[in-house]
């Protein structure tokens, strides 16, 4: 039985910490494409806590969510936020690099969602789409991180991130197999749409 009250408990701890979670607004989008969609395979970049995992299954019951961590601490939270709310049965949550995990997947999804390492977008996209089934949908959020993306942004500090959110907005609305939207919600949604056939 799905918990909502634990899935609001994790939020709110979460805002709390300031852990990154995905904001209501971005959620919102990434609602209708699973209420519409009805994936059974989820794969997720990210898990922090849990919390975008347990919102995935909350829309698409019958989705199954693999995820990758790569903090030990935040898994090991993620683990017990996602059995608190009931769902233990329903998410994978694999603890490692993504760079290094990704490749070893075979698995066809039917959706994935990127909220990971900023400066490893482009391969998290290049991955994505080896991974997902035709039709599927490669979701990245942050996209525009702060609005940097889209001005002359360059500060040293952030600038390897801004350069390959750059370099991944540009390969995804560039790939002929991709149908891609910028969405302007949270801190900016990718949305590709991939016809390999």
């Keep these: 039985m799905f918990n909502l009250e634990e899935l609001e408990k ?26 519409r969609e009805k994936p059974q395979r989820i794969l997720e970049i990210g898990t922090a806590v849990g919390y975008s995992a347990s919102q995935f299954i909350r829309f698409a019951p019958k989705a199954i969510v693999d995820t990758i961590e790569l903090d030990e601490q935040r898994a090991k939270e993620a683990t017990q936020n996602v059995k608190k709310i009931g769902i233990e049965d329903k998410v994978n949550i694999l603890i490692g690099n993504a760079v290094e995990i990704l490749p070893s997947l075979q ?31 490669i979701i990245a959020d942050n996209i525009l991180y702060k609005g940097y993306v889209m001005s002359d942004y360059n500060k040293h500090k952030q600038r390897t991130a801004v350069r390959h959110l750059r370099e991944y907005i540009q390969m995804a609305q560039e790939n002929e197999i991709l149908e891609t939207q910028i969405l302007e919600v949270g801190d900016g949604l990718a949305i590709s749409r991939v016809k390999k056939d």
């Excluded at 698995?107 to 991974?131: C, H, T, V």
């Design 10 to 35: 994790v939020k709110q701890k979460a805002l709390e910490e300031h852990i990154p979670i995905v904001m209501d607004d971005t959620l919102e989008e990434i609602k209708k494409i699973l209420e």
């Design 107 to 137: 698995s066809e999804y039917d959706m994935i969602f990127i909220d990971a390492n900023k400066g490893k977008y482009p391969f998290f996209l290049q991955e994505g789409i080896r991974l997902v089934k035709n039709n599927g949908w």
